[in-house]
């Protein structure tokens, strides 16, 4: 059962704007989420989308656009776990794993 999922209206759980207190396991139950980008698969581990504050409360770290189907945003939520270069001149974004940084495990 995922906490803040299972047992919960859309509109009364993590989808809907709220946190829930969530143990490490917890956060580890949830899927990864898979992008698709110009035929770039970039994985999206639960540690990286759900974000949890300093007093304990976790919560979803992304939303849909609604009806605006022009882009995609990937915010700090998701960029944290990778490095991301960005390529002004050739209209691109690269992905690798951020090794330089304290790990998001934590």
């Known amino acids: 059962s995922l906490t803040g999922v299972c047992g ?3 509109s009364g759980g993590l989808f809907g704007g709220y946190s829930f207190v969530m143990s490490k396991e917890e956060i580890e139950a949830f899927p990864s989420v898979t992008v698709v980008l110009s035929g770039v698969t970039l994985m999206i581990p639960p540690r990286l989308y759900l974000t949890t504050d300093n007093t304990g409360y976790t919560s979803l770290g992304m939303s849909d656009n609604g009806n ?3 882009g995609t945003i990937l915010g700090d939520t998701v960029m944290r776990g990778f490095q991301v270069v960005f390529d002004r001149r050739n209209d691109r974004v690269g992905f690798g ?3 330089h940084c304290r790990s998001y495990d934590e």
């Open 8 to 10: 919960q209206t859309y």
């Open 97 to 99: 794993p951020a090794s």
């Open 68 to 70: 605006d189907t022009s």
